[in-house]
């Protein structure tokens, strides 16, 4: 059975930063999409960074482009998101997850494996 497991979330000023990790167990990850998404009360789930299935591309939101960066570490099993320069609107519930198939994708309906997110509040 696979488990993603979140941790790194907290309370945080604005401009301040924050590393979110992702460790994963059941199945290695070194051949699947990985990526991160948030949700933020009241919205849908959203698009934060991913990689392609076998970590070569990375892509962004452009709402974080510049200030994020995501790391695969494949003999770890784990996916982290450094987040920098932090805003008020980058307050959300962080989920990382496994995707199938070949290539890099954005949207929630290719990841089938879910972590149960950890919360990033960031204050003005």
């Known amino acids: 059975q696979v488990q993603l497991v979140e941790s790194g979330g907290g309370l945080v000023q604005a401009g301040g930063s924050l590393r979110l990790s992702c460790e994963a167990s059941?199945?290695?990850?070194?051949?699947?999409?990985t990526g991160w998404f948030r949700q933020a009360p009241g919205k849908e789930r959203e698009f934060v960074a991913a990689t392609s299935w076998d970590a070569g591309r990375i892509a962004y939101a452009d709402s974080v482009k510049g200030r994020f960066t995501l790391s695969r570490d494949n003999a770890k099993n784990t996916l982290d998101l450094q987040m920098n320069s932090l805003r008020p609107e980058d307050t959300a519930v962080y989920f990382c997850?496994?995707?199938?198939?070949?290539?890099?994708?954005?949207?929630?309906?290719?990841?089938?494996?879910w972590g149960q997110g950890t919360q990033v509040t960031v204050s003005s």
């Open positions: 059941g199945r290695p990850i070194n051949n699947r999409p």
């Open positions: 997850a496994l995707g199938y198939g070949l290539g890099l994708f954005r949207e929630t309906q290719r990841y089938d494996y």
